[in-house]
């Protein structure tokens, strides 16, 4: 019997999910699960999850992990120092074949309650878990060793998943081969011109694609949590010898890099050293090329000018209400033409021909009047001898409710210094780049093959202000949010890349998406509570409480029915729902102070605090000697971030008797 069904359903729905991935993404090369799902260093993750979720120990029972500690009968006999691993193994790739899986529970001391409830199997260290728990599954010697195995391995991250891709594809083979003819059978001859896209070149950029994946031993991604940081994270490692394997490679012309006095400031800032773009290019070109061709889209334009560069540039490019300001330098191959040879013969036209190339494509999605080029040519000028060309870009934006900012411009000035091209919105800017060109030195360079850092918060303050006010709720400080930084690199035949984020930024984005998504609901709010209703009055108002009247019956005319049915709602998430069946409550019985509390958590976990501290106030001024609610009106003041107000609320709430607030104030004073 399965006493844990929630366990069950969380390896069960993780298992669906790796699955779904796994059918897209997969030859044999070693006997090993098809798939490895590893959680390691378990108590970090769930004290910097509830931080993240700001529960801390004030509201155990709302801690993210509650429910986890509760599952697994505790965490503390839990091994730390080794992996918990979930192993899935696709014997046969079928559509109804049933995958063997088994989960691996390290353990410093044995936990008879876990072991008796999930029917595990104990080893000297560890526990073995048949999935899903209490089928009667057995786990396999190889099964076994595989986990233990993969257990002692460590790994950086907090949470990973590693598909063994050629193995898995290769094991689908004939689902695949399946799958391909039902889609050229579906599609039939739907073609009515030459340009429209066959079943063939479906057929030839599915096999493509799967060519291209069968050079993958394995593909992997997860993520880690420092006590400051979320790391996402993906690692791709090619089969050795195949075409992934050379380009996943870097060469040693990467271990030296002139940029790094060159440190622009923008929303969006990269650099990248020495690297074969061209060669990544082709190798795609060779698969998705002809596909792209048919939808418009020309990769040979892009391979060909890629030839002329070593791959080494930095740069950054900022959005204002009008469009982008972009600069750059980027190193050009010592072979190349240089200064305005290059720039007149081989950049420019090329420049002009793209540009032609995407006004078609453009003009193919888009309806209205014909692009003929989205570039054209500006005067040209001379700085400190450097003759400097000039290019005007323009794109229509066909969007809805965009009128102010209707079209996407930039305007691009560039010269080339040796075999340094330079690229600025403005001559004045150019002009710097010249001067910091002079600076520019070979060193030796240790670092990724490419780093990119995004202000979050100037990036999208820049769209929405590009986009009118409008109801949408948007009308919101987005400017403290932080940065994301994004590294790419390569090393003996494995890519990776990473995405790094501050907790304190995720924390302050969800922040401000709360109160944009709150904002739109003022206007229903202020409506609703009109000025008959004492929830919209003043706390300083005084309103009698119905005290004396006896209990009435849970009908759809009580507000204890609607009550009830609010908290219902809220216990399972959904705390919009929730708020309109307080209204209905409070519209009945508008002085009822567990309503009053209950409607103002739920404003609070949606973000609208303005809405949360009301009703807060108007619950404490009718019942001014409860704790509960000084407590809640603290915390909804901490998550505004007013520790001033946060801290007096909480010291009468730890005065009237609240344990929550003694908690808090023991732990923060």
Same mark, same amino acid.
């Given at each position: ?5 929630a366990l ?16 897209n993404?997969?030859?044999?090369t070693t006997?090993r699960?098809d =798939?490895?799902?590893?959680?390691s ?10 931080k993240?979720?700001?529960a801390?120990m004030d ?6 992990s509650?429910?986890?500690?509760s ?15 979930i ?10 074949a049933k995958?063997?899986m ?6 410093t001391?044995q ?9 595990? *199997? ?14 009667g599954?057995?786990?396999?010697d190889?099964?076994?060793?595989d986990? *233990?195995?993969a ?8 949470l ?10 290769n ?10 003819l ?6 039939g001859?739907?073609?009515?011109s030459p340009?429209?896209?066959?079943p ?9 694609l799967?060519?291209a994946?069968?050079q993958?031993e394995?593909f992997?991604? $997860?993520?880690?949590?420092? #006590?400051?940081?979320?790391i996402?994270f ?9 075409d992934? #394997?050379?380009l ?13 006095k060159?440190t ?9 050293t ?5 060669g ?6 060779e ?5 792209y061709?048919?939808?418009?889209l ?12 070593? $791959?080494? !540039? ?5 959005f204002?209400?009008?469009g ?5 330098i ?5 072979t ?13 036209p ?10 078609t ?18 005067p040209?000028?001379?700085?400190? $001898?450097?003759? *400097?060309?000039?290019?005007?870009c323009?794109?229509?934006l066909n969007?809805?409710?965009?009128? #102010?900012?209707?079209? !996407? ?13 330079l690229?600025?919105?403005s ?6 780049l ?9 060193q030796?360079?240790d670092g990724?093959?490419?780093?990119m850092?995004m202000?979050?918060?100037a ?6 202000? !590009? ?14 949010i932080?940065s994301? *930084?994004?590294?790419?690199d390569m090393?003996?035949?494995?890519l ?6 501050k ?6 984005m969800v922040?401000?998406?709360k109160?944009? /998504?709150?904002?739109?609901?003022d ?10 209703q /004492? ?12 005290? $004396?009247?006896?209990?009435?019956p849970?009908?759809e005319?009580t507000?204890?029915?609607?009550l ?5 709602? #809220?216990t399972?998430g959904n705390d919009k ?10 519209q =009945? ?5 567990r309503?009053l509390?209950?409607?103002g ?6 973000g609208?605090y ?5 009703a807060?106030?108007?619950?404490i001024?009718l ?8 407590y809640g ?20 709430a ?5 344990p929550d ?8 004073q």
């Open positions: 019997m399965n006493r844990h069904p069950s359903a969380f390896l069960i729905v993780f298992f669906i999910f790796t699955a779904c991935i796994s059918v993404a997969a030859e044999n006997a699960p =798939i490895i799902i590893k959680i260093r378990l108590h970090q993750a769930i004290n910097v999850i509830d993240m979720a700001a801390d509201q155990p029972m709302s801690a993210p509650f429910f986890l500690r599952t697994l009968f505790g965490t503390d006999w839990i091994d730390p120092d080794r992996s918990i691993v192993g899935i193994n696709f014997e046969n790739m079928a559509a109804d995958p063997v088994a989960a691996l529970i390290p353990y001391r936990n008879e309650d876990f072991h008796i409830s999930y029917d595990a *199997v104990s080893k000297i260290d560890h526990y073995l878990v048949p999935l899903p728990p209490g089928e599954g057995v786990v396999s190889q099964m076994a060793y986990l *233990v195995q257990s002692l391995k460590k790994q950086d991250g907090l990973s998943m590693e598909l063994a891709a050629s193995q898995l594809l094991k689908a083979d004939s689902q695949i081969e399946k799958m391909l039902e889609l050229d059978s579906k599609m001859d739907q073609t009515n340009d429209d896209l066959t063939e070149d479906i057929n030839k950029l599915l096999n493509g799967i060519k994946a069968k993958l394995t992997s991604m $997860g993520m880690d949590i420092t #006590a400051s940081e979320l996402i993906s690692d791709a490692l090619a089969l050795k010898k195949t992934l #394997a050379k996943f490679t870097r060469s040693a012309a990467s271990k030296a890099s002139r940029m790094g060159y622009p400031k923008h929303h969006i800032n990269f650099k990248s020495s690297y074969d773009f061209k990544m290019i082709t190798f795609f070109n698969i998705v090329g002809e596909f061709k048919k939808i418009g020309d990769l040979t334009n892009i391979e060909s000018m890629a030839s002329h560069f070593t $791959g080494e !540039m930095a740069g950054g490019m900022s204002n209400d009008m982008m300001d972009i600069e750059m980027a190193v050009l191959n010592d190349e033409k240089t200064g305005t040879e290059f720039l007149e013969s081989v950049y420019l090329w420049m002009m021909d793209y540009g032609q190339k995407m006004a494509f453009y003009n193919q999605q888009t309806l209205g009047k014909p692009v003929k080029n989205i570039f054209s040519t500006t040209e000028s001379n700085l400190y $001898g450097n003759k *400097v060309f000039g290019i005007n323009e794109i229509a969007m809805p409710n965009i009128a #102010a900012a209707d079209k !996407m411009k930039f305007h691009l000035r560039t010269t080339a210094v040796d075999n340094l091209l690229t600025a919105s001559d004045e800017r150019l002009k710097q010249i001067k910091i060109a002079g600076t520019l030195e070979k030796p360079y990724p093959l490419m780093k850092d202000n979050l918060g990036y999208l303050d820049a769209v929405r202000k !590009m986009i009118p006010q409008t109801e949408s709720g948007m009308n919101v400080n987005l400017s403290d932080g994301l *930084v994004y590294t790419f090393a003996k035949n494995k990776s890349s990473k995405y790094v984020i907790i304190d930024d995720i924390r302050s922040s401000a998406f109160q944009a /998504s709150a904002a739109s609901m206007a229903e709010d202020e409506s609703l509570y009109a000025a008959d /004492s929830f919209s009055r003043p706390p300083t108002m005084l309103q009698h409480s119905k005290k $004396g009247q006896k209990p009435k849970k009908k005319d507000a204890e029915f609607w009830d049915k609010g908290l219902l709602y #809220a399972y729902e929730a708020i309109r069946f307080y209204k209905k409550a409070l =009945i019985e508008p002085d009822n102070t309503t509390f209950n409607i958590l739920s404003y609070s976990s949606l609208n303005n809405m949360a501290i009301t807060l106030n108007q619950a001024y019942a001014p000697d409860n704790g509960d609610y000084h009106l603290g915390w909804v003041y901490l998550l505004k971030g007013e520790s001033g107000k946060a801290m007096e609320y909480i010291r009468t730890s005065d009237l008797g609240n607030a003694r908690k808090y104030l023991l732990k923060n």
